[in-house]
């Protein structure tokens, strides 16, 4: 089983971009299905974008154009390039992975991006 760790949430401006980094210890990483997660305050946590053993993504239509998920398997890390933040994206974001067989899940402690002037 896999353990998570998010990085690279902060504070930032309207229209600018951050790169949050979810690096995975424990074996067998190239067989998790890798997500980013958001909850913002009163909210429920909702799905941003996923990433599949096979590289195939998905992105909830609100970040479409702006988010960037992607995996590098060698580093056992999976990213996520937001790009023309704005201040509806200011949520705790958490990466989640899931086994490809046993559907296991697994959480990361969140990281704050908090979009604000």
Same mark, same amino acid.
């Given at each position: 089983?896999?353990?998570? !760790?998010?990085? /690279? /949430? &902060? ?14 210890? &424990? ?20 799905? !941003?974008? =996923? ?6 993504? %998905?992105?909830?239509? =609100?970040?479409? /154009? ?16 937001? %790009? ?7 949520? !705790?974001?958490?990466? %989640? ?12 402690? /969140?990281?704050?991006?908090?979009? =604000?002037?």
């Amino acid at each position: 089983q896999v353990q998570l !760790v998010e990085s /690279g /949430g &902060g504070l930032v401006q309207p229209g600018g971009s951050l790169t949050l980094s979810c690096a995975a210890s &424990g074996r067998l990483f190239s067989i998790y299905n890798m997500g980013w997660y958001r909850q913002a305050p009163g909210k429920q946590r909702e799905l !941003v974008a =996923s990433i599949n053993i096979d590289s195939s993504t %998905n992105y909830v239509d =609100s970040v479409k /154009g702006r988010f960037t998920i992607t995996r590098d398997n060698h580093k056992n890390t999976t990213y996520l390039q937001m %790009n023309s933040l704005k201040p509806e994206d200011t949520a !705790v974001y958490y990466c %989640n992975a899931q086994h490809l067989f046993t559907r296991l899940e697994v959480w990361g402690q /969140g990281t704050l991006v908090t979009v =604000s002037s």
